[in-house]
């Protein structure tokens, strides 16, 4: 089992910068994949970026540029920095575990695949 929590979330002009963070407990954090998805009013669930097992990562074509998600193993804790922040980038921003650990480290799992949600975030940019 793992336990995720998000916190970073806030009211932000549009320009500005959020940082979320994840703090995960609860099983191994190192080598497994971690995701960072968002969901705005009355839209599907999206992938913003994600990172695998071997640090590789990858982004949303909307946040490329401006968002960068990394993670710190020893303090088991996932991030996401937003620059440049849009209105449309107004969500709830989810982290996201993968439920199985990788024979192959740089695998990118689909979003069933992540086994493990946080409660979310909101994330609202103003114009």
């Known amino acids: 089992q793992v336990q995720l929590v998000e916190s970073g979330g806030g009211l932000v002009q549009a320009g500005g910068s959020l940082r979320l963070s994840c703090a995960a407990s609860?099983?191994?954090?190192?080598?497994?994949?971690m995701g960072w998805y968002r969901q705005a009013p009355g839209k599907q669930r999206e992938m913003v970026g994600v990172i695998n097992g071997g640090g590789d990562t990858d982004y949303a074509d909307s946040v490329k540029g401006r968002f960068t998600i990394s993670r710190d193993n020893a303090k088991n804790t996932l991030f996401l920095q937003m620059n440049s922040l849009k209105p449309e980038d107004t969500a709830v921003y989810y982290c996201a575990a993968d439920a199985n650990f990788r024979l192959i480290p740089r695998y990118f799992p689909s979003e069933d695949e992540y086994g493990y949600w946080g409660q979310g975030t909101q994330v609202t940019v103003s114009s």
């Open positions: 609860g099983s191994i954090f190192t080598g497994r994949a």
